[in-house]
């Protein structure tokens, strides 16, 4: 039988995250703020619980998919947090986006309590959430990589060991800087190619066929083509990723000019009341830059 599953922070990520880890046969205990989630995912087969710490004191593998490094200061290090209720040789594998400092002070304090601790950061969106198929990148010991693995596994087609603790982070702060200045230049493309005359379709389905193909064309298709800007990954959490990696490129002299532009970008949105949108809303900012609006084409 495999262990027992806590997992607190049931959003977008979280929610079908958890469901994943239930359909593979895990007794998962779940817990979140909001009660809608938690009976949502009790309905699932979930054991939905009133606390963080319950959550900690009955399972002996804990995953945290929390929103920034303050939530989870909360939930893992707060008082009634996971690290105060944990059993001796638990494992919290902490999936949330923070900053590489946290993730190390948790492998810390985690150490201090004889809890082991994982960050494990993930890229694929809401998506790969649903099908299973996200890309985790994982900090800390290799023992403790090992023990995560067969859950691991269920969440993600790829789980890379990437480092000691706050590599993960180091490596997400990288993936995420790459996806928003990838968004921001498909987006420019469709303006530039639609306001020549071509169709945005036809330019989507060429250069993803040659080098400048990413994936950003095929998982935000629908999202740019249609201007569905419904979330996914919410502008608000991507501009929050993007304020953790111009943090750590000031402190390490890392000058980033194409992250700090579409950082800005990113402003533009949230000061329209704009943030709860998903990512690829950064193609309307191109487009209000061009007084050009990208049109699809009808069927």
Known sequence: ??????????????????????????????????????????????????????????APVVITMLSD???????????????????????????????????????????????????????????????????????GEAAHVERARPVLDVLGASVVHVGAAGAGQVVKACNQLLVAITIAGVSEALVLGTKLGAAPEAILDVLSRGTAGNRVMEIKRRNLLAHAFDPGFKVDLHHKDLGIVLQSASESGVPLALTALVQQMFNELRAH????EDHSALLSVVEAHAAHHVQETPR
């Open 1 to 58: 039988m495999p262990e027992p599953v806590g997992f607190i922070g049931l959003g977008v990520m979280g929610a079908p995250m958890a469901r994943n880890l239930v359909a593979a046969g895990h007794e998962v205990i779940v817990f979140n703020r909001g009660a809608q989630p938690r009976e949502q995912l009790a309905a699932a087969g979930a054991r939905a619980v009133d606390s963080a710490a319950e959550v900690a004191r009955r």
């Open 69 to 139: 490094d303050r939530a989870v200061r909360e939930v893992v290090l707060g008082a009634g947090g996971v690290l105060a209720a944990a059993a001796e040789g638990a494992l919290l594998i902490d999936m949330s986006t923070v900053t590489p400092a946290l993730s190390r002070e948790l492998a810390e304090r985690g150490a201090a309590r004889g809890v082991d601790v994982l960050d494990a950061p993930v890229s694929g969106g809401d998506v790969g959430a649903r099908e299973g198929t996200l890309s985790i990148m994982v900090g």
């Open 273 to 276: 009341d704009r943030g709860g």
